[in-house]
């Protein structure tokens, strides 16, 4: 039973290059959430999605970062013209649909991250 | 708006000795809680949550965490802890009838000596 899935695991881009993240949910969860660790804080809340909407994006920054959930494949986070600022870690997590006992809990699953380098 | 804090942001510990991490919460509404611990390099774990019923929880590796409502914590401890507790611990919480977003405090981190 795989967990969440994330590629790639580390990531160089230069400043002003994109980059893209991939997340897949454990099997049966429609939800995704990404969040951002800066070196030496905690995390912070990005965007929630799940399947083709986005749900909640009250934490992404209004320019250059945008996500989607298609209906066939992972979600994707990505970062257009990346800068040094954009270095951390990228977390995503996922949780079971609307109506599922877990589902209610708030509990979130979380990937093992994916670590973004920029130069 | 919902926020959590956790005060200590370093705590060193003897091998066996007791750790207590602190987590302080505010919200208008009621809560779910959570203790997650991340090890170097690697995702976050689910240590406990307290959802209702019984203020003290028990988790994996030992862990016990004690939700007070009227001081609004949710302090997490452990009696003897090993040389593999090294990790950084994260409280969360989330609103009750906002889904499952979960709002982090700074983290805590645990370095365990011999």
């Known amino acids: 039973n795989a967990g969440v899935m994330q590629n790639p695991r580390h990531l160089v881009r230069r400043r002003g290059q994109e980059a893209r993240l991939r997340c897949s949910p454990m099997?049966?969860?429609?939800?995704v959430y990404w969040y951002r660790q800066l070196p030496e804080e905690g995390l912070k809340f990005m965007v929630y999605?799940?399947?083709?909407?986005?749900?909640?994006e009250s934490g992404m920054p209004k320019e250059r970062f945008s996500a989607e959930f298609p209906k066939e494949g992972p979600s994707i986070l990505r970062i257009q013209q990346v800068v040094r600022g954009d270095s951390a870690a990228y977390f995503c997590?996922?949780?079971?649909?609307?109506?599922?006992?877990?589902?209610?809990?708030?509990?979130?699953?979380f990937g093992e991250g994916s670590r973004l380098t920029v130069l | 708006a919902q926020s959590v804090t956790q005060l200590d942001s370093q705590v060193p510990v003897f091998e066996e000795a007791p750790v207590e991490l602190r987590c302080n919460y505010s919200?208008?509404?009621?809560?779910?809680l959570f203790w997650y611990v991340q090890y170097p390099n690697q995702g976050l774990q689910l240590l406990l949550k307290?959802?209702?019923?019984?203020?003290l929880v028990k988790g994996i590796n030992g862990f016990e965490a004690e939700f007070n409502k009227s001081q609004t914590s949710f302090h997490l401890r452990k009696p003897s802890v090993h040389i593999s507790d090294t990790a950084e611990y994260f409280c969360?919480?989330?609103?009750?009838?906002?889904?499952?977003?979960?709002?982090f405090g700074g983290g805590t981190r645990v370095l365990v000596k011999p």
């Open positions: 997590a996922s949780s079971p649909p609307v109506g599922t006992q877990l589902r209610d809990t708030g509990e979130l699953f």
């Open positions: 099997k049966g969860h429609s939800h």
């Open positions: 999605l799940q399947k083709e909407n986005i749900i909640d």
């Open positions: 919200s208008s509404v009621s809560v779910y």
């Open positions: 307290y959802l209702s019923g019984s203020t």
């Open positions: 969360a919480v989330s609103e009750r009838a906002a889904g499952n977003k979960l709002t």
